[in-house]
């Protein structure tokens, strides 16, 4: 059989399509993220999708995500582009450019949003996806730590998955960053010919990488390597002391990774990952993370101010809720539907369809349907809660039969007080 019209074109590899059977909870989820992050005082920020590429290709900047997997182009106007692969480097780089650093006072910042890494797609993995995530920029106070990993571990609490955690850990100041690379070069190079290819070129641009890879993560010098807690100093272990103290005190439970470095070279002093028990999640537990950074707001061109942040990927919180069957409120339903049978009644649906809208009712009709039988059958498709009859009884007696759908009750209101009906009966 001969196709008519176009060639069917499908998605890009790596992305997907929200439907609208599906967006509600989509839209449920950016809804509770909001609330929780305006008790926390944060505000929202939103930045382009796309940057000019040094924002996220910086020279102290070796991460995978940044080396391998963004999304560069040139424009018409041959400026070099990337389609943002995180949220905070574009973050800082509003936060610069729009000097909010001039208001004197820790700015807390949030954003929701899609981001782009060109990766193997996989379960609650895509090449577009979208983040929620913080920044809270302008203090070095330990007790921020605390309040930051609070907010992310009360979200996951309150979405209701169980066995809630942080994993945290310390990278340490600067010196210390510095002492432990050298520990790890020292580690990894009687071992470099065993190495990846990636991993012998991380041995001498960044070797914390090596301790991030998929492919040699087995490898024994990986598996034996020291940790950042192996070479912190005075100061960035009284630091750390100081965040698990606040965490104690706001009864968050964690436990220390002595491994974790996260995945992104900004990152000093603390770091931490937010975990649940989920059912056939197996080790991939974790729904997101951050940590403190020192110098990205100078490296984009700021003043010399710290910060700390995370991020969620919002599809792996949707599965996670779904692998523990934690629901959501049921997809929005109609209050009132209008069934109406002939050029007059529907004038006069028309009217109470608009009439409702304007009094909070959620109502609709069949635009397609012109006879009695199919506008109903989609009225009760709809799940509407109320039904409107309208035909020539009801327009020659100004009156609406109303149908309620749970109950199969019919009664014949005055049109004049159809709407007030059900609004009272809805308790609205």
Known sequence: MKKQGGTMINKAKGTYDVLPNESFKWALLEEKARKLLTLFGYKEIRTPIFEYSEVFHRENEQSDMVTKETYDFFDKGDRQLTLRPEGTAGVIRSFVENKLYVQNHLSKLYYIGPNFRYERPQKGRFRQFMQFGVEAVGSNDPALDAEVIG???SFIKELGLKGVKVRINSLGDN???????????NHFSPHSETLCSDCKHRLDKNPLRILDCKVDQKH???VNAPTPQDHLNAVSRAYFQSVLNYLDSADIVYEIAPKLVR???YYTHTVFEIEADIEGF??????GGGGRYQSLVKELGGPDLPGIGFAFGMERLLLAMEAEEIGFADESKPDVFMVAVGQQARIEAIKLLFEARRNQLVADMDFNGTNFKSQFKAA?????KY???LGDD????KTVSIKNTETQEQEQVPSKIAIRTIRSRLGK
Do not use: P, W
């Open 175 to 185: 010196d210390s960053r510095l002492a432990f690379k050298e520990a790890l070069t």
């Open 282 to 287: 197996g080790a991939q537990n974790v729904l």
């Open 263 to 265: 995945g992104l070279d």
């Open 380 to 384: 009760l498709k709809s799940n509407a």
């Open 151 to 153: 907010l992310a571990y």
């Open 394 to 397: 009801e327009i020659n007696t």
């Open 387 to 389: 039904v409107f009859i």
């Open 220 to 222: 024994e010098a990986v």
